[in-house]
């Protein structure tokens, strides 16, 4: 299977087709409102706007399974998105990215980039604190917590993992090459 045969929702509740986003590099990233790293919102429409004209996608997947920090209905955390942090990228339906009832296109991502390389000493510590807190991932390759990023090229491919301390800016060189 490839990415583009796999269908999410969006936040109406819409079947959308992956392969919508075809030829196109896509930043897929589960979120969430009320997190640490809820700020990183801010560098990812950073990203959108400097990058959508020449190919770039975000994919917002609110997810509420870490701390409880996605409490609210799509509607609520699109508005909350779009009035705190001017958000102009596609936001889907809340999913779970771990155990049971993970979304299909989550486990094909965890498949292909099974981890993220976590760089420096503060952000190995950070990681390992999630790891503690986190109830839901049980697994190795499961993902840790909000904010977890995967990059996939024009062809479809997983290119990486970049883990929650990685913030937006980091990642802008890698999809540069990738446009």
């Not at 959108?48 to 917002?60: P, R, T």
């Not at 986190?134 to 479809?156: C, P, Q, R």
Request: proline share 4%; glycine share 6%; charged share 30%.
């Amino acid at each position: 299977m490839s990415i583009y045969d796999y269908t999410v929702k969006n936040r109406k509740g819409e079947d959308i087709s992956i392969s919508e986003f075809k030829e196109k590099v896509l930043l897929i990233v589960n979120t969430a409102t009320g997190c640490g790293f809820t700020p990183q919102y801010e560098g990812l429409e950073k990203l959108y706007k400097e990058y959508h004209d020449k190919g770039l996608e975000i994919l917002d997947f609110p997810c509420n399974q870490f701390g409880n920090q996605a409490p609210g209905s799509d509607d609520e955390i699109h508005e909350f998105c779009t009035l705190k942090y001017n958000t102009t990228f596609d936001q889907f339906a809340k999913i779970d990215v771990n155990g049971e009832n993970e979304s299909p296109l989550f486990t094909f991502l965890k498949k292909e980039a099974p981890a993220e390389e976590v760089s420096g000493l503060k952000n190995k510590m950070a990681m390992k604190a999630i790891e503690k807190i986190s109830t839901t991932a049980k697994n190795e390759n499961d993902v840790k917590w909000n904010f977890t990023k995967f990059l996939v090229d024009k062809e479809g491919k997983v290119v990486g993992r970049f883990a929650p301390t990685d913030t937006p800016e980091k990642i802008e060189e890698s999809i540069k090459e990738l446009l």
